[in-house]
């Protein structure tokens, strides 16, 4: 099995502190730059698994990189450059409290709260008699205040958001705007590669009074893609949607007793399913870029992420 970097311990000149989200290492450089490493770490259900996943860290950073390149006129973006395939180094901003999630369809946490009776999201109604993966009439826009390592998202709405100041109304108002124009932008995009962009999330910052888009876009760690031909007939016959997300990763955990409540035991998850965790990472990857993953090499992977990002840092 190839190398799976599931964790770094980097010191650069200028570092100030250092974050270990749920995937990725970021480096805060003089307050001015960060240094984002994507880890190689998978989550689900807000619990990170012991294992890494060989190639997702290289499959996240590179299609969030295209992506950020691919709508940079719709909002300015915290990227400067990615020197290594794992590597994005970009502006320090200071991220808003809050994720703004956009659903296009009714599906995963969103259906299962359904079915179980609700009829709202984040305030939004939701009508009676929608099925499993059935299209919204238009994408609901469904915010999440941003947990901390460990602890689960909370569902909030644009009323207490605004209201509790987690973000001024002006704010609010322009990163509604963004969100839906990003989202309307990945629909497009994956349509043209023959998927359809479910739902997804996007984080914004400010630095300088400017808002910027932040972090990953349209991944399969932040994203759930569909297949769309067949789409309407599996619909249409009850069946489950063909998927490219890591909701299959999800899917397995249940099956297998753990949904990230408490009590439940993670389960041992053999090398034979990591594998093909990283194969469905490799396959939405050349689903929705249209091009062939070149894997790079893991040989010595610490050392070359190490010098790649010393060498840019010397540049700027």
């Avoid at 124009?181 to 300088?208: C, H, N, P, S, W």
Wanted: proline share 4%; charged share 30%.
């Amino acid at each position: 099995m190839s190398e799976a970097i599931v964790k770094t311990e980097f010191k650069f000149p200028g570092q100030k502190s250092f974050y270990k989200g749920k995937v990725r290492d970021v480096y805060n450089i003089n307050d001015k730059y960060l240094v984002m490493v994507v880890s190689d770490r998978l989550s689900a259900f807000d619990v990170v698994l012991p294992k890494g996943i060989p190639y997702k860290g290289q499959v996240l950073n590179q299609i969030a990189e295209k992506f950020l390149d691919a709508t940079a006129d719709i909002v300015p973006n915290w990227k400067i450059s990615s020197p290594d395939p794992m590597v994005t180094i970009g502006h320090h901003c200071k991220p808003f409290a809050v994720e703004m999630i956009v659903r296009g369809y009714l599906t995963g946490s969103s259906w299962r709260g359904y079915k179980n009776g609700e009829r709202h999201i984040c305030g939004l109604p939701v009508p009676d008699g929608m099925k499993e993966h059935q299209r919204f009439e238009k994408p609901l826009l469904t915010p999440t205040t941003k947990a901390e390592l460990g602890r689960h998202d909370e569902n909030i709405s644009r009323e207490e958001i605004i209201s509790t100041g987690l973000v001024s109304e002006e704010d609010y108002i322009q990163l509604e705007k963004y969100s839906l124009a990003l989202f309307q932008r990945g629909t497009e995009i994956a349509k043209k590669m023959g998927l359809i962009l479910v739902d997804t999330k996007y984080e914004f910052g400010k630095k300088d009074g400017k808002i910027y888009l932040i972090d990953e876009i349209h991944t399969p760690d932040s994203s759930r893609y569909f297949y769309l031909e067949g789409y309407e007939e599996r619909q249409a016959r009850g069946e489950a949607q063909k998927q490219l997300s890591k909701e299959f990763v999800r899917e397995w955990l249940m099956e297998h007793g753990f949904q990230g409540l408490e009590g439940q035991k993670l389960p041992e998850i053999p090398d034979t399913f990591i594998n093909q965790i990283s194969d469905r990472y490799i396959e939405l990857y050349e689903n929705i870029t249209g091009e062939k993953f070149q894997k790079a090499d893991t040989a010595g992977i610490l050392k070359r992420i190490e010098n790649n990002i010393s060498n840019f840092l010397k540049t700027i």
